[in-house]
């Protein structure tokens, strides 16, 4: 998931602005579906996307209202099925060792 952020982070300042996601999909969207994206994912309001609000984004289901939905599609089309499965493949199993984490730590402290 941070692998796909840094497609979209083009100068890695860990934020995206609406110039950078034109640039990573090739100028393909119009000024209101940048201004959508980043509004659909700005949690805190700054006019960026930071990787938190991306991965929050993310691991919500990558669903929202029309900017989030457009990223989504837009990420799906610029990414290759087996590169959007290895993705998904690494977060899941950075999950469960998160999760195994607090488990053995949660058992210890029995």
Do not use: C
């Given at each position: 998931?941070?692998?796909?952020?840094?497609?979209?982070?083009?100068?890695?300042?860990?934020?995206?602005?609406?110039?950078?996601?034109?640039?990573?999909?090739?100028?393909?969207?119009?000024?209101?579906?940048?201004?959508?994206?980043?509004?659909?994912?700005?949690?805190?309001?700054?006019?960026?996307?930071?990787?938190?609000?991306f991965t929050?984004?993310?691991?919500?289901?990558?669903?929202g209202r029309?900017?989030?939905?457009?990223?989504?599609?837009?990420?799906?089309?610029?990414?290759?099925?087996?590169?959007?499965?290895?993705?998904?493949?690494?977060?899941?199993?950075?999950?469960?060792?998160?999760?195994?984490?607090?488990?053995?730590?949660?058992?210890?402290?029995l």
């Amino acid at each position: 998931m941070l692998e796909i952020f840094g497609l979209l982070d083009r100068d890695q300042s860990g934020k995206v602005d609406k110039g950078e996601l034109g640039e990573a999909f090739s100028q393909k969207l119009t000024g209101s579906e940048t201004r959508a994206m980043i509004r659909d994912l700005d949690y805190n309001g700054d006019g960026l996307i930071s990787s938190r609000e991306f991965t929050e984004w993310w691991l919500a289901g990558r669903r929202g209202r029309k900017g989030a939905s457009l990223l989504s599609k837009m990420i799906s089309a610029r990414l290759s099925l087996p590169e959007v499965s290895a993705v998904m493949s690494d977060t899941l199993r950075d999950l469960s060792k998160q999760m195994e984490s607090q488990v053995r730590m949660k058992t210890h402290n029995l």
